[in-house]
């Protein structure tokens, strides 16, 4: 399946307006699959669905329009509109180009305007988060059935979420519903101190990441491969690739690596590490991979064939990854500079390394982890 998916998602990055109307019956038969999965889940709004085409197949109708008029009326034959919905809501959350974006929502007005037994919290909040003009407009329209479903359970978030952005929600709730003011404020208290806790946690982490032994024996490696100590090199070399390593600690390693780009020659070791790194790091905060991330975006600085080459069999090996939208701008960036244009990196970035969660967590490394660490190096 993953084969398939990434053939469709290269087509859909590729320039033009392909058509691809042989997709419309194998999207007929996902929704089908969808469906029976929806029909044996009590709960259809939070079922999970495992991986098929359906979203790429979307994607294809967003950056090649010729195929929305087979898209759309493959969802208007869907009879089941349960998976139409859930679809739907899950596709305007995801990342499209916000022209498609606007279609979708339109679609889906209409589409609950002939369903409105479809109307519930997650479609509520989805068409609240999304600001459109035309949502506001059905949300207004619509707003004595949206306080009914909102009054029926005012301690759930998603309910408290609406009604923190959805102003007439709110006053109508507060009017109605007498123990609304106080669980209210309560969720507005709680948000708030969460801000302030998060807050808190990041400068203490900022600090304490620079004093910590792991950061400093890093940076210390680092200064001295810097400064054409070739054994200080190797050690971070070591580190990056050790296989059982701790995860942030190989991952800021490999940070320092691509940093030595210009002195030493690092691209097969980056390479290396961006193909097969075991880096999962399992980190609800940042569930992305560490060490891939700091390995593509050495890499993408570095463009040459070889680069190209690696980064799509990375691409390929490695298919279920949370990576795929970094890969897909770091590959087009590659490509664009072999091509010879001269242009800055537009994509998708993590960030500056104080942002990344991965050189905090160094702080939460002990002595004796640190210790145990080096001396298996």
């Known amino acids: 399946m993953w084969q398939r998916i990434y053939a469709l998602r290269s087509i ?10 042989q997709l419309r019956e194998e999207m007929i038969r996902i929704l089908q699959q969808r469906a029976a999965i929806i029909a044996k889940h009590p709960h259809p709004d939070r079922t999970y669905l495992s991986n098929d085409l359906l979203n790429d197949i979307c994607g294809l109708a967003a950056c090649h329009p010729k195929n929305r008029d087979w898209f759309f009326s493959a969802l208007d034959e869907t009879t089941n509109p349960d998976v ?11 990342m499209q180009p916000e022209e498609f974006r606007e279609i979708l929502i339109d679609y889906l007005l209409k589409f609950l305007t002939l ?53 007439e929600a709110r006053a109508r709730l507060t009017y109605l519903v007498f123990d609304f003011v106080d669980e209210f404020n309560a969720y507005l208290a709680e948000i708030e101190q969460c801000r302030e806790d998060a ?14 032994s792991a950061y400093k024996h890093l ?9 054409n100590d070739k054994q200080a090199f190797q050690q971070l ?36 590490l961006l193909k097969y790194a075991e880096d999962d790091w399992g980190n609800d905060i940042s569930p992305l991979s560490p060490i891939r991330v700091e390995a593509g975006e050495a890499l993408k600085d570095m463009s040459s ?3 190209w080459e690696e980064m799509i069999d990375a691409f390929f090996i490695n298919p279920a990854n949370v990576l795929s939208n970094f890969m897909l701008d770091w590959i087009s960036h590659v490509t664009d500079i072999l091509d010879g244009l001269s242009i800055e990196y537009a994509g998708v970035s993590f960030g500056a390394k104080d942002q990344r969660h991965w050189f905090r967590a160094l702080a939460e490394i002990s002595e004796e982890q640190f210790r145990q660490e080096v001396s298996s190096m």
């Open 12 to 21: 859909t990055h590729t320039p033009g307006d392909w058509y691809l109307s």
């Open 84 to 94: 139409v919905c859930n679809f739907l809501t899950m596709a305007i959350n995801t």
């Open 115 to 167: 369903h409105p037994k479809q109307i519930d919290l997650s479609v509520i909040h989805t068409l609240v988060f999304e600001d459109n003009a035309k949502s506001w407009v059905w949300l207004h329209q619509n707003v004595d059935k949206i306080v009914g479903l909102l009054a029926l359970d005012i301690t759930n978030r998603i309910t408290l979420s609406i009604a923190e952005h959805f102003k």
């Open 199 to 212: 807050l808190t946690r990041r400068k203490e982490h900022l600090s304490d990441y620079y004093l910590s």
């Open 219 to 227: 940076s210390d490696l680092y200064q001295r491969a810097d400064n």
């Open 237 to 272: 070399v070591r580190i990056a690739r050790k296989w059982q390593g701790n995860i942030p600690l190989r991952a800021v390693a490999t940070h320092m690596l691509g940093k030595l780009r210009h002195k030493y020659k690092v691209t097969d070791i980056l390479c290396y």
């Open 305 to 307: 064939p070889q680069v």
